[in-house]
């Protein structure tokens, strides 16, 4: 596991490396002279209103008592949005108090609520955790997601996206789901860099797959809380699908995915074909838990 002050120091050498001067509005003097193309350290501090050898220290994981002030005067200078921000502050907040921000591991206990929730939905459904853990699908979230049940019966979606051969087929916008699921795992881990779970499948993935690898060097963090997904299903064929992806306040670090259609799209009809050849599992039991 790389130490968290040593992610501090990554994440804002990248960060730092992708703003030229033009963009924060810095006058440009012997560009030709220029080693980076980003920032120097020196205007980085200028522009966040802090010394250079502060900022070289901070750079460095050096973040000792570091205050919110200084930290919202890098997410200026550094142009960062709210995913970065966040990221940032937390892996701030592990090094100076040298313990995880969230203690709990990825939890894979699902409670017998959200499974009822899940059954009751007409959509496609289904819950996962930090870790791309598939943790519960309702019938329709199970059968549009086969082609990951078909490799496990508890699929880990980031682990099909690197791994398995099917799924350049399976999303037709591969490389950006590659890019979603390695930012939001990078997130992940700066809010808890203790978990082994979650360090676990980042080792797994790094060493077998090289698309990771290139990925995640970038320390490149972002939020996937709405959007479009595009799927190529092996039994109706194309689908564009709108998602949205639910935080559970009570069960911290697991999240809701919910897929719907326009009324009367041709996904919309896909689904319903889906739905009219999904043969109902027996019942879950509602006691069913796994151990975290």
């Known amino acids: ?21 033009e963009r924060a509005g810095l006058a440009v003097y012997g560009a030709a002279n220029r080693r980076v193309t980003g920032l120097r350290r020196e205007e980085v501090a200028l522009l966040a209103g802090i010394s250079v050898e502060y900022y070289t220290r901070l750079e460095r994981g050096q973040v000792g008592s570091v205050s919110e002030g200084v930290l919202d005067g890098l997410v200026h200078a550094l142009q960062l949005d709210e995913a970065e921000r966040d990221h940032l502050f937390s892996l701030v907040q592990t090094v100076a108090t040298r313990r995880p921000v969230r203690r709990n591991p990825t939890r894979k206990r699902v409670r017998p609520t959200i499974l009822r929730m899940l059954d009751l939905m007409p959509m496609p459904a289904f819950l996962r955790n930090g870790r791309f853990d598939i943790l519960a699908a309702n019938d329709l979230g199970r059968a549009l997601y086969s082609p990951l049940y078909q490799q496990s019966e508890e699929p880990n979606s980031a682990r099909f996206v690197f791994l398995s051969p099917h799924a350049r087929e399976f999303y037709l916008d591969f490389e950006t789901v590659q890019d979603d699921a390695v930012a939001f795992l990078r997130a992940e881990a700066g809010r808890d860099p203790y978990d082994k779970n979650l360090q676990d499948l980042i080792g797994e993935l790094s060493t077998r797959s090289e698309p990771f690898r290139q990925r995640w060097s970038a320390h490149d963090v972002r939020y996937h809380r709405t959007g479009t997904k595009r799927l190529h299903h092996p039994l109706v064929g194309d689908l564009t699908l709108d998602f949205e992806a639910l935080d559970l306040p009570g069960d911290e670090g697991q999240r809701l995915n ?3 259609a326009p009324p009367d799209s041709p996904a919309a009809e896909a689904l319903s074909l889906l739905a009219s050849w999904t ?10 838990t796994w151990s975290s």
Do not use: G, N, S
């Open 258 to 260: 919910v897929y719907t």
């Open 279 to 288: 043969v109902a599992e027996p019942t879950r039991k509602q006691d069913k």
């Open 1 to 21: 596991m790389v130490h968290p002050k040593d992610d501090i120091a990554d994440f804002l050498t990248t960060r730092r490396a992708r703003i030229t001067p």
